[in-house]
């Protein structure tokens, strides 16, 4: 990880435990999909891919698939997520983990304001052309989200700043 060589991580657990807890940077990618997703997340056949799972057999089974489908230098972290975590190396929990990390470390730095739920009602009554991103993702934003706001997962938002930055009034 530390080489600065590409590299594919691949947590092959269903989406729920990779929730609960994963290798950071992983990509969640459970089993049932690798055929239907692989190709897409990894178009480079010799790139190194990386599976692991609870130390049970899924990750031998979906490092079989991936060498099914071509991949030349696949590997199966011996242990899975248990050996990792006990060997003393980082994990973490939810989704979005590095954006919402990046996210987080720049709220702090450059002290972004922050305003009450009270005060974004009175700045929408105050102006009718406000506009509201929700930088959450698509599945977070379709639970609850505050009326009007625009879903714009955070690493969507960078193809938004040129048009917000010409609205200074926004």
Known sequence: MNSGKSYALFD?????EYNAQQIFTATSLPRGQIEFRLLSLVPTHNVPLVAYDDGGERA???ATTM?????????????????WSS??????????????AFGERVHSKRKVPEITPEELQALREYNRDL??????????????????????PGGDLILWAEALRQRPDR
């Open 12 to 16: 092959v657990r269903e989406r729920g």
């Open 131 to 152: 506009t509201i991103l929700d930088v959450r993702t698509p599945q977070e934003y379709s639970r609850f989200c505050v009326p009007g706001a625009i879903n714009v």
């Open 60 to 62: 031998s089974l979906a």
């Open 67 to 83: 060498e099914r489908m071509g991949y030349e230098k696949v590997f199966v972290l011996q242990g899975g997520l248990p050996a």
């Open 87 to 100: 060997a003393g190396y980082r994990t973490v929990s939810g989704v979005n983990v590095p954006s919402k």
